[in-house]
T-cell receptor, first 115, second 113 residues
């Protein structure tokens, strides 16, 4: 079975600083990897996803993530944080193992941005 | 195009009461999902459906029931509500392929007292 580990529950950065949110996965077959963002009192929306094409994936709002098979990682980065980036971020993994497609989520990381 | 809609947005239940959380999608997706979100725990899959008339259990199905009579609708039924079911519930839909995005509704916040 696949799994996702997001170490830490909270990251705080200053506005304009680098954002780095870590995600490691475990899967016995090639994975598809996703980052979702959840703004306060809203549902989840897709930030970006890796689907076995380019290993460096660009998403919305200036975020990007790099798939590193050797490190089983899919860390999310943004060069310069903005106040509007404050939200909860979830890494998720999906694999192709037959007819049913299910996402397995990490526990999430809350990003705070200081003025 | 509304995407995935959920009703109600918020509900308070007394222990032992029952209720149905509604979910509707207008993207003609075959796959639909119900998750619960608890603080610090991420999202846990309750039930999912791969098409009308076909449902299956997820990771945490106890205390819940589902049905899928149409492609669009996937209601979640809580029987005999318990405080442990206090949570935020999200419905999602997708085409079903592992690489495809799941689209989420805005959620239903449920408090059981």
């Amino acid at each position: 079975a696949q799994s996702v580990t997001q170490l830490g529950s909270h990251v705080s950065v200053s506005e304009g600083a680098l954002v780095l949110l870590r995600c490691n996965y475990s899967s016995s077959v090639p994975p598809y990897l996703f980052w979702y963002v959840q703004y306060p009192n809203q549902g989840l929306q897709l930030l970006l996803k890796y689907t076995s094409a380019a290993t460096l994936v660009k998403g919305i709002n200036g975020f990007e993530a790099e798939f590193k098979k050797s490190e089983t990682s899919f860390h999310l980065t943004k060069p310069s944080a903005h106040m509007s980036d404050a939200a909860e971020y979830f890494c998720a993994v999906s694999v192709s193992t037959g007819a049913n497609s299910k996402l397995t989520f990490g526990k999430g990381i809350t990003l705070s941005v200081r003025p | 195009n509304a995407g995935v809609t959920q009703t109600p947005k918020f509900r308070i239940l007394k222990i032992g009461q029952s209720m149905t959380l509604q979910c509707t999608q207008d993207m003609n997706h075959n796959y639909m999902y119900w998750y619960r979100q608890d603080p610090g725990m991420g999202l846990k899959l309750i039930y999912y459906s791969v098409g009308a008339g076909i449902t299956d259990k997820g990771e945490v199905p106890n205390g819940y029931n589902v049905s899928r009579s149409t492609t669009e609708d996937f209601p979640l039924r809580l029987e005999l509500a318990a405080p442990s079911q206090t949570s935020v519930y999200f419905c999602a839909s997708s085409s079903g392929l592992p690489r495809e995005t799941q689209y989420f509704g805005p959620g239903t916040r449920l408090l059981v007292l």
